[in-house]
């Protein structure tokens, strides 16, 4: 079983930062490759971004790439997303999601364990 709960979340403008947290306890935390989703209001759940189990893999969604990054801390038992260069369609709920394999995917419905989610709002 894997415990997972995000915070950072918050209102900023467009062109800002925010730097998400997904502190994950349980099932080892190295066992567990991770991704981040989002889901705005009337939309399905999208893939954001993710790391495999060892950190050495990652990928994103054409809509973020060179804006968010993901990373991992084992020490921490954390996971991170930084957005950088945010704009309005990034609105969203965000959620961290765990899959106990060594490789991420980009299918949610691959991922077992989920946090409850963290707002993040962008004005224009």
């Known amino acids: 079983q894997v415990h997972l709960i995000e915070s950072g979340g918050g209102l900023v403008q467009a062109g800002g930062s925010l730097r998400l947290s997904c502190a994950s306890s349980?099932?080892?935390?190295?066992?567990?490759?991770m991704g981040w989703f989002r889901q705005a209001p009337g939309k399905e759940r999208e893939f954001v971004a993710a790391?495999?189990?060892?950190?050495?893999?990652?990928s994103y969604a054409d809509s973020v790439k060179g804006r968010f990054t993901v990373s991992r801390d084992y020490a921490k038992n954390t996971l991170y997303l930084q957005m950088n260069s945010l704009k309005p369609e990034d609105t969203a709920v965000y959620y961290c999601?765990?899959?106990?394999?060594?490789?991420?995917?980009?299918?949610?419905?691959?991922?077992?364990?989920w946090g409850q989610g963290t707002q993040v709002t962008v004005s224009s």
């Open positions: 999601a765990a899959r106990p394999a060594p490789y991420s995917t980009t299918r949610y419905k691959d991922y077992a364990y």
């Open positions: 349980g099932r080892t935390f190295s066992s567990n490759s």
């Open positions: 790391i495999s189990w060892s950190g050495g893999s990652t």
